[in-house]
């Protein structure tokens, strides 16, 4: 066992999270820095480290940039149109009275698929002040669930763009990764609920006054309707129609042509393009799998040639191609066609303006993994993990988890250790799966101040200080936790 190899890592994650923390850089730039001194530490030329740099940043932006680009692009028309909103009434809907904190959890994690937390909790809260309106309560319980509901598929299912760049880097199958990913999503849900039902009674009287008067405001009940209405709640007034209208959100999408109606989205076109692409791509894994066995090519490292049907599905499931067909059916179903081809444009640019860190960070984590690999870092990290007596599944979970806790991002955190990881994958007896779902579930652990989305899920629910640790940190925990016998079970079937 090599000690200065050891050093290298350990010195090079040490550089990223100071810079992170203490600095006025950014994780691109950090990841970077580190690549750099983990390859100078190590001991590599410095052309050498260099080369590897770029090479493992091209390789990974190669298979993975476009896909996130299209994923954030679809995630904006589902924003911008109402169909998340959408999605979001009619979960509630189907679900019914006294299981809307079931029915908040379950729209967070099928908006957060495509939509960033931030943006898609901000977009859902009002939805979440509406129903607590309604029935007199339980606002804290129904906004933890919706925040963590997020969560979960935001950190374990793609088309989001962790877990893509996860796949890249470590070169998992990205259809087993949305299957297996959904898997532990439906599985964890229920910890988010029973957390969430437990918890958010103790804190419904920590709010902050501000939300709760925008939250209840003065509440009456209707006895004719059998409704509850809101009033002297100027922070409510319009923001979103009663929980049981029949009709889909309607949004303004800028002027309406006369003879035009506002615009509204059904559930079944808000569906189309998040479920297509996903179809496709499932498709497309299973044929794929389908197929070898028929064809009796059985390893990975085999040369394989998909014929027939798993050629036709290997072209539209492909990643790339199943999100093109995605976003031309967010534009062109969720859209009303009134809507002014400049203001599409502009939307689409600011959801590549949005992506477009996202994509750098994961071609940094690439450059870094790739820099891990040739300087014979990994391999070194190998040996000495050889030597303790640890569940190889654990080495990718606690690297992300403690990445997560240093610098607070979920991505950055879930893209390190990939990026760590990917030297190991083969020494650690792992499948590229499994070492992928490790990466991401570990990533889920404490947030708490570091993490921007800490400050947008506390501040919206109104919980502050200790209130906000035990709410919104603990059942982040409670759910990483809850991912660690799944991975376990994972790691001996996958």
């Known amino acids: 066992m090599e000690i200065r190899l050891l050093l290298a890592l350990a010195l090079g994650i040490a550089t990223m999270v100071v810079l992170v923390l203490r600095t006025r850089l950014d994780a691109f730039v950090a990841l970077l820095i580190a690549a750099l001194v983990t390859g100078f530490v190590a001991g590599s030329p410095a052309l050498d480290t260099i080369k590897s740099m770029t090479t493992g940043f091209g390789n990974t932006l190669g298979s993975i940039g476009i896909v996130i680009g299209l994923g954030v692009g679809i995630g904006k028309i589902l924003e911008v149109s109402g169909a998340a909103d959408t999605l979001a009434r009619t979960f509630v809907r189907a679900l019914g009275r006294g299981r809307e904190h079931w029915a908040m959890a379950g729209t967070g994690a099928i908006v957060s698929i495509p939509v960033f937390c931030d943006s898609g909790y901000v977009i859902m809260n009002p939805l979440a002040r509406s129903i607590a309106r309604r029935i007199k309560g339980r606002y804290v319980t129904l906004a933890l669930a ?18 893509l760049g996860v796949a890249g880097i470590l070169g998992a199958d990205l259809g087993g990764l949305i299957l297996v990913g959904f898997v532990f999503a439906v599985l964890l849900l229920p910890v988010v609920v029973l957390y969430a039902a437990w918890i958010g009674p103790k804190l419904e009287s920590e709010l902050t006054d501000g939300v709760r008067a925008d939250v209840y405001g003065s509440v009456s009940v209707s006895a004719s309707a059998g409704r509850t209405e809101s009033t002297g709640s100027p922070g409510t007034s319009g923001s979103v129609a009663n929980v049981e209208d029949t009709e889909g959100p309607v949004h303004k999408l800028g002027a309406v042509p006369d003879g035009e109606k506002e615009h509204s989205v059904p559930f079944v076109l808000a569906m189309l393009p998040l479920f297509v692409p996903l179809l496709l791509i499932v498709m497309n894994t299973v044929a794929a799998a389908i197929d070898r066995a028929n064809q009796g090519v059985l390893s990975p490292d085999d040369e394989y040639t998909p014929a027939g049907y798993a050629a036709v599905l290997g072209f539209v499931g492909n990643p790339v191609v199943a999100l ?17 081809r400049a203001k599409v444009h502009h939307w689409l640019a600011e959801a590549a303006a949005s992506a477009g860190l996202i994509i750098l960070i994961t071609g940094a984590g690439g450059a870094l993994g790739q820099v891990l690999r040739d300087s014979g870092v990994g391999d070194a990290l190998a040996e000495a993990i050889a030597d303790v007596s640890m569940p190889g599944v654990l080495v990718p979970f606690l690297i992300a988890s403690l990445v997560r806790l240093a610098q607070g991002s979920g991505t950055v955190a879930m893209i390190t250790a990939a990026s760590v990881t990917v030297p190991l994958v083969a020494g650690l007896g792992l499948s590229p799966l499994v070492a992928a779902l490790a990466c991401c579930a570990g990533s889920m652990v404490f947030s708490y101040f570091n993490d921007s989305y800490f400050w947008v899920v506390t501040r919206f629910t109104g919980l502050e200080g200790v209130a906000a640790l035990r709410g919104w940190s603990g059942i982040t925990t409670a759910v990483w936790l809850a991912s660690l016998p799944l991975l376990l079970v994972a790691s001996a079937v996958l």
């Open 146 to 163: 919706l925040g963590c509901g997020m969560t979960i598929t935001h950190h374990l299912v793609p088309p989001t763009p962790g877990p």
């Open 324 to 340: 093109v067909i995605g976003i031309v059916l967010a534009v062109y179903l969720l859209l009303p066609r009134w809507t002014p």
